[in-house]
């Protein structure tokens, strides 16, 4: 008898584990070739299924989840392919269930996932990026972890105890800001997000500060949240370049606010770099596709999505990983910054 | 008593049919404000579930499911889009299923999906886009068919009977080959796609069938396929320009491909349109985003997955929608294309 395990079959197999544990317990139709497949690994390894993975095949349903606000941000999406593709490797299979940030639709999915049992879930946007989350909404997700695991991407519920992987957004912004004061940038702003969410506020905040260490305040009119989206980029830039006197670089809340931003630029005639800097955030595929390419901080999405995985899988399997797990972001720099004009 | 059902009352209490349900059967946890809303609305209306709606209520999981290739393609994300927001109107619960077009994976997903007892799928890309699908893969969809309703979108599965709504696809690549003829332009290439993939090859025969009807042939070195990501439209449409007698107008398979392609045209010193028209597919977000603004084709892609969540709802109901669902594409003129320069 070997240590192989069941992930071992479905990986071998190219399958998800719960195919495995139906061919075991033949508790659902599986294709023939598939069955045939798994049952002939099964037999070259003389897997036996002992009486603790008999309970876990029992027990594991092979599905987990990931619970995301908007799969038309390409952000999204690359956080889901890292983590899909490491779960494809465990053995999982993943539903994906879209919620547009709606809080009642996360409560939906929470619900319908546990009725489904799933393994486990991982959670990003909503109500753990609120920043002040209503208690009755921490206290839902806090009671679901007590039924099955649940993982944290780029997000917080405090005090909650929850396993959390993300990436240290401060210091992500805090390196744009200090890329354009090296190039002599004093007139900044920041474009995009919402107050109300801690991904936006943190940002903010961690720009502020390091201009603050040289002396730079961003006055009101420079700070334009708005949203998350091109045309939201498209629409607070130009709001920008209607002022007196417009800064010469400017700060995105994401990589499609900056797109918005450098489309809004060009319509009114300046030039980037030459005019005026634009960094984004995120490094979605579109920065390198855009023209001029996009300066922006890369926040390791393909690995956040792998170490959440990870770190789910680590909990379905009743270990116990660190509660937290922290990425550091890069600075990407491309075409969309230079030497301040002024 | 009202002729109210249970999709009314999850539409007043913007709640899924199943949260009903699990109030209604108390078959699983509401949350307390969310169970107090829909109460009040079922007294408000004095909604009393008969006996078929009863079976109905214990039958429906108020949940379906859509299975497609690849979310980082956002032309997928706006299908979803429509889908997801009809669905919601009518009170369901959705899940994402990603396949990466591996057909392992979609028998996965529907193996999955039966078990889950979802209400129905909709389903996109992989096999139904196959120029050949093999056998047991049409029949696998075919079975499945027989326990849950399913809706293909923008693919088919020959003599399978299966419903299906989808974009005249030939038609809008007609379209785009009649904008260029009309523009002068007879040196036309063709960028992107599989020969593998019906998807593909009904552009690529519309576009010859136009061009011929003009006495122009597209030689093989100007049909360069070769997959329908950004970075692929950039290479594909590199190896067009380092040819001797370059096009001057390139029809690419779809937006991502038409983004690379001016990319690659931009980098190698080339102005659009004044020494190349490009023009692009499906009109996603980006179409309008990029600079230039690219002219495409608009599959109505929101119409697209609302109708498809339309005809699914009604085979749910028990209803006989038509079996065939075509939407008329449009051509969506914007700056990548101008008058032939020779």
């Known amino acids: 008898m070997t240590s192989i395990t069941i992930y071992d079959i479905a990986k071998e197999a190219n399958v998800s ?29 003389q897997f036996q299924p002992n009486a603790q993975a008999r309970s876990l095949i029992k027990k594991e349903t092979g599905t987990i989840a990931i619970i995301l606000p908007d799969i038309t941000n390409p952000f999204f999406p690359e956080v889901f ?40 879930i991982i959670f990003l946007g909503g109500r753990i990026n609120l920043q002040v989350c209503p208690d009755n909404m921490a206290q839902e997700l806090m009671d679901m972890s007590r039924h099955m695991p649940i993982v944290l991407v780029n997000g917080n519920i405090a005090k909650s105890g929850l396993h959390r992987v993300y990436t240290d957004e401060g210091a992500g912004a805090a390196m744009a800001a200090e890329h354009l004061l090296e190039l ?17 506020m943190v940002k903010v905040k961690a720009v502020q500060k390091k201009l603050r260490e040289h002396g730079i305040e961003i006055p009101k009119e420079r700070q334009l949240l708005g949203g998350f989206s091109i045309d939201d980029g498209k629409r607070e830039m130009s709001k920008l370049l209607q002022q007196d006197n417009p800064p010469t670089a400017v700060i ?26 634009i960094i984004g955030f995120d490094d979605t595929p579109l920065a390198s596709a855009v023209i001029p390419e996009l300066t922006t901080i890369s926040q390791n999405t393909y690995q956040l ?26 600075l990407i720099i491309r075409q969309s910054t230079g030497p301040a004009a002024r």
Not at 305 to 330: C, F, S, T, W, Y
């Open 252 to 277: 995105c809340v994401n990589d499609n606010n900056a797109i918005g931003a450098i489309k809004s630029t060009i319509e009114y005639g300046l030039s980037i770099p030459k005019d005026i800097s």
């Open 184 to 200: 002599g940038h004093r007139e900044i702003a920041f474009v995009g997000g919402m107050k109300e969410l801690s991904t936006t």
């Open 81 to 120: 392919w890292g983590a899909e593709n490491e779960a494809r490797g465990l053995g999982y299979t993943f539903f994906l269930c879209n919620t547009a940030g709606d809080s009642n639709r996360e409560s939906e999915y929470l619900s319908i996932l546990r009725e489904k049992r799933v393994d486990g």
């Open 305 to 330: 999505g792998k170490q959440a995985v990870d770190m789910l899988h680590d909990l379905i399997n009743q270990g116990k990983p660190k509660k937290q797990n922290v990425l550091e972001p890069r």
């Open 17 to 45: 584990v719960s195919t495995v544990s139906r061919v075991l317990n033949d508790t659902a139709p599986v294709r023939a070739s598939t069955r045939e497949k798994i049952m002939s690994i099964i037999e070259k390894h």
